[in-house]
């Protein structure tokens, strides 16, 4: 079974006993057969990170923090999440014997929280977390010091928080380079920032000099226009007013040092509507048969918005990641796509109605 421990020279270091596998990374770069075309880079590729074990690229951080656990023999994991982070790691510990306590930020998908629910993870929802800057760093003051207290770690997906377990979100660089000698750009949604981080120090780790572009919804743009307007510090919003679910993160967290990594990779900030990531989530399915969840759609906007500044050269390769699956999120497909109603037919007047395809 192909995992990310392939790499382990570049992982922390833990004996393989101790190892919690479940099949992650290895995931698909596929070439673009449509919107590649549609916007003028004949090399557009996606790494389909939705292929993972849990429908995430969270499942790389959670194998790293739960083998870390087990290595050190703790028995319970303290979380806070938007969604994906709190799959994965109920899953991992479902997998490893480790009790999993979660705090979900505020209108995290239902979906999501049911995956939580049904690995087994006790999940507590708190209000205004994840919306509201003072609130969210409120929670995270209080769990770090009770995570401390209890010499456990606090498995956020940040560097803040969990460096070694953020090596494991390195290897989607290491994957990309094994069938991309050199890339021209790479584009990654940003919340926090922790994965457009984990692609930046990858890149460095493996001496490539890939164009690493941080892409954010314009209701949390807390890093992408500090990067384009050459500030160094990115900057807190009062409350994060998008509609894409894992990216409301109205702090800043990782965000100083993804803009000192971008910048110093070449790459540039892009600000997204949200009306173009569910724009872009559509015809990912509709035209590649890519079905993900809004987060997964940032990238291909941000690459539009680059195309649209004319910052990207058509003949340089394209890397979009696609962070998450659609099941992760139906909510928003019932919301924006108002598909319509599947009635009951009639056996004789279905078979006329297909007959007028042709």
């Given at each position: 079974?192909?995992?990310?421990w392939k790499y382990e020279s570049r992982l922390p270091?833990?004996?393989g006993a101790h190892r919690v596998q479940l099949g992650e990374g290895d995931t698909p770069l596929v070439r673009s057969r449509s919107v590649g075309k549609m916007l003028g880079i004949p090399e557009l590729y996606f790494k389909l990170e939705n292929l993972n074990p849990t429908g995430s690229y969270k499942d790389r951080f959670a194998a790293v923090l739960t083998t870390e656990m087990v290595a050190q023999g703790q028995k319970i994991c303290i979380a806070t999440s938007s969604g994906n982070t709190?799959?994965?790691l109920s899953a991992y510990c479902?997998?490893?014997g480790i009790r999993c306590v979660l705090v979900v930020v505020d209108g995290a998908p239902l979906p999501k929280v049911k995956q939580m629910q049904l690995y087994g993870a006790d999940i507590y929802m708190v209000k205004d977390f994840?919306?509201?800057p003072?609130?969210?760093?409120?929670v995270?003051?209080?769990l770090e010091k009770l995570c401390a207290q209890q010499r456990i770690p606090l498995p956020i997906s940040a560097y803040r928080y969990c460096p070694s377990a953020m090596q494991g979100v390195q290897t989607i660089v290491y994957e990309i380079l094994e069938e991309l000698e050199n890339p021209g750009h790479i584009f990654v949604p940003a919340g926090g920032g922790g994965l457009t981080l984990a692609i930046c120090k990858g890149a460095e780790i493996a001496a490539t000099n890939v164009k690493i572009n941080c892409v954010q919804p314009d209701g949390n743009d807390t890093i992408a226009s500090a990067l384009r307007h050459n500030r160094t510090t990115a900057n807190a919003v009062s409350a994060s007013t998008t509609k894409v679910s894992g990216l409301q993160v109205a702090s800043v967290i990782d965000g100083d040092h993804v803009i000192e990594r971008c910048r110093n990779s070449g790459g540039n900030g892009?600000?997204?509507k949200d009306a173009d990531i569910f724009k872009w989530q559509k015809t990912l399915a509709q035209t590649e048969g890519i079905f993900c969840e809004p987060a997964g759609a940032v990238a291909l906007a941000g690459l539009e918005n680059a195309l649209i500044r004319k910052e990207i050269d058509p003949g340089e390769s394209v890397v979009c990641l696609v962070t998450g699956s659609g099941f992760k999120d139906m909510g928003s497909v019932d919301t924006f796509f108002n598909l319509p109603k599947v009635g009951i037919a009639d056996r004789q007047d279905f078979i006329q109605t297909i007959q007028t395809f042709f």
């Amino acid at each position: 079974m192909k995992t990310i421990w392939k790499y382990e020279s570049r992982l922390p270091e833990v004996g393989g006993a101790h190892r919690v596998q479940l099949g992650e990374g290895d995931t698909p770069l596929v070439r673009s057969r449509s919107v590649g075309k549609m916007l003028g880079i004949p090399e557009l590729y996606f790494k389909l990170e939705n292929l993972n074990p849990t429908g995430s690229y969270k499942d790389r951080f959670a194998a790293v923090l739960t083998t870390e656990m087990v290595a050190q023999g703790q028995k319970i994991c303290i979380a806070t999440s938007s969604g994906n982070t709190g799959a994965a790691l109920s899953a991992y510990c479902a997998a490893s014997g480790i009790r999993c306590v979660l705090v979900v930020v505020d209108g995290a998908p239902l979906p999501k929280v049911k995956q939580m629910q049904l690995y087994g993870a006790d999940i507590y929802m708190v209000k205004d977390f994840g919306k509201d800057p003072q609130v969210t760093a409120n929670v995270f003051d209080q769990l770090e010091k009770l995570c401390a207290q209890q010499r456990i770690p606090l498995p956020i997906s940040a560097y803040r928080y969990c460096p070694s377990a953020m090596q494991g979100v390195q290897t989607i660089v290491y994957e990309i380079l094994e069938e991309l000698e050199n890339p021209g750009h790479i584009f990654v949604p940003a919340g926090g920032g922790g994965l457009t981080l984990a692609i930046c120090k990858g890149a460095e780790i493996a001496a490539t000099n890939v164009k690493i572009n941080c892409v954010q919804p314009d209701g949390n743009d807390t890093i992408a226009s500090a990067l384009r307007h050459n500030r160094t510090t990115a900057n807190a919003v009062s409350a994060s007013t998008t509609k894409v679910s894992g990216l409301q993160v109205a702090s800043v967290i990782d965000g100083d040092h993804v803009i000192e990594r971008c910048r110093n990779s070449g790459g540039n900030g892009y600000t997204v509507k949200d009306a173009d990531i569910f724009k872009w989530q559509k015809t990912l399915a509709q035209t590649e048969g890519i079905f993900c969840e809004p987060a997964g759609a940032v990238a291909l906007a941000g690459l539009e918005n680059a195309l649209i500044r004319k910052e990207i050269d058509p003949g340089e390769s394209v890397v979009c990641l696609v962070t998450g699956s659609g099941f992760k999120d139906m909510g928003s497909v019932d919301t924006f796509f108002n598909l319509p109603k599947v009635g009951i037919a009639d056996r004789q007047d279905f078979i006329q109605t297909i007959q007028t395809f042709f």
